[in-house]
């Protein structure tokens, strides 16, 4: 399949697919013409990968997985390595989720004291 057909049938874009690509994470050949052909099986893979990148992993994160990328990886067990790397990107996540809360929480602040001030 095509890197088209590839994108539709997977819900991204081509642009995605390449970039998953030099990433290491998908393989394709190179057909006479020049374009990439893709295995069937890679639907699957990167659907796995789109599903990791939504659950808030970077694709370095997701090389951890390849092993099992062909595969249904919500539902294998995770390995050693794997339950490491979630629980790090979980701790970045809420670092981010607490940075932002605070920042919004200043926000707020200082736009009640605004409004506060323009209705006296």
């Keep these: 399949m095509r890197i088209g057909e590839l994108a ?16 290491g994470l998908i393989s394709s050949e190179r057909a006479s013409n020049g374009y990439r052909v893709y295995d069937e099986r890679t639907v699957v ?15 370095d994160d ?26 790090q990107r979980l701790a970045v996540l809420n670092q981010r989720i607490a940075a932002q809360t605070a ?6 602040t200082a736009l009640r004291q605004v409004v506060a001030e323009s209705a006296r």
């Design 103 to 108: 920042a919004r929480d200043r926000l707020e």
């Design 8 to 23: 539709r049938a997977t819900g991204t874009t081509a642009r995605a697919l390449r970039h998953y690509e030099q990433a």
């Design 62 to 87: 997701v090389r951890v997985f390849l092993p099992c990328l062909d595969g249904d990886v919500a539902a294998a067990p995770p390995s050693d390595r794997g339950r490491q790397v979630a629980l």
């Design 45 to 59: 893979r990167v659907g796995n990968i789109r599903h990791l990148l939504a659950a808030g992993l970077t694709l």
